[in-house]
């Protein structure tokens, strides 16, 4: 595998053999693509995306910690953070990557790489909001695995402060599809969730999920979770220690209302599906590490 940066080291690209690819932007650690051998991307990103670290990334793997969605208001240590955190608006340093066979690709001798990326209290990169709104000592590792036909991201936080604090993380991937009311959503049946479109109200899942309008569920569910489009799977995500799946697809009026969306009728083409722990908070004790990860396979 080769691993290139842009002139202005502000992305990483990893490259198989093979053709297969990733682009990472140090800006957030977000992952912005995923190419196959034949070049066709995986990854939704907005044509309007900022890259240049004014805001995160709409689009790609946006990674959220230490909180979700808006602090909780009776959340004091996260109150003062902006939503989803600052792991998606600081710069991240790039660590390394090392290379390996892929796991039970012995055989055909298939290669894969994988890059860790790290942010701490004491990063320069760290957004600078974040100190003052969320003052505690931790380090970050996040490492991005690509094979032939799937995906790693794993996220490890440990608590290098003396008091204990609280988090909550989420990999929030902009899937690419083609025609989303064509897509089923998978593994999630009798599954509960909040519906966030519906005033948070506790439901079940009765049976696959379609999109036909706006979307943003918070499921609570173990097992894989596959998309498939026209009947075809294109994606089966699975999960490892991250008990939650977000579904969010923002559809028109959403859509429209965020001014980093583009095309307008881009929610057609993508649909989030986002691992993460976010139901209540992990507390890590001094010294204590979380590790979560999701992998999305192409295809069964
Ligand atoms: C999802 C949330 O994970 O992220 C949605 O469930 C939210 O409520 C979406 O709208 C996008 O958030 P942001 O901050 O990137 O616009």
């Not at 379609?210 to 609570?220: A, F, K, L, P, S």
């Not at 969306?261 to 993508?270: I, N």
């Not at 139901?279 to 590790?291: H, M």
Request: aromatic share 8%; charged share 20%; glycine share 8%.
């Amino acid at each position: 595998p080769t691993v290139s940066f842009s002139d202005d080291n502000s992305l990483v690209t990893a490259t198989l053999p093979t053709g297969e690819s990733i682009t990472v932007l140090l800006y957030g650690a977000t992952v912005i693509s995923w190419k196959d051998s034949s070049s066709s991307e995986k990854f939704w990103l907005s044509s309007a995306a900022k890259l240049d670290g004014t805001k995160p990334v709409r689009g790609g793997i946006p990674l959220i910690f230490p909180v979700f969605g808006p602090p909780p208001p009776d959340h004091a240590q996260t109150s003062s953070l902006p939503q989803h955190g600052f792991a998606r608006t600081s710069r991240w340093e790039f660590l390394g990557k090392s290379t390996s066979e892929s796991s039970g690709n012995q055989q055909t001798g298939d290669l894969s790489v994988k890059l860790d990326f790290g942010l701490s209290s004491a990063a320069n990169g760290l957004d600078p909001k974040a100190k003052e709104a969320w003052p505690y000592k931790f380090n970050l590792i996040y490492s991005v695995t690509l094979n032939r036909k799937d995906l790693t991201t794993s996220l490890v936080v440990t608590n290098d402060d003396e008091r204990p604090f609280d988090c909550q993380v989420l990999m929030h991937t902009y899937l690419k599809v083609n025609d989303i009311t064509k897509v089923s959503i998978s593994g999630l049946d009798n599954s509960s969730y909040i519906d966030k479109v519906d005033a948070a109200s506790t439901k079940t899942q009765s049976g696959e999920i379609q999109i036909e309008g706006e979307t943003d569920r918070v499921y609570t569910a173990d097992g894989p979770v596959t998309v498939a489009e026209g009947g075809k799977t294109l994606y089966t995500v699975t999960r490892d220690n991250l008990s939650n799946v977000v579904v969010w697809n923002p559809w028109i009026e959403k859509a429209k209302g965020m001014g980093d969306f583009e095309p307008k009728d881009g929610y057609k083409e993508m649909l989030c599906v986002e691992p993460g722990s976010v139901g209540g908070w992990q507390t890590l004790e001094k010294g204590d590490a979380f590790e979560g990860a999701q992998t999305i396979s192409l295809g069964v």
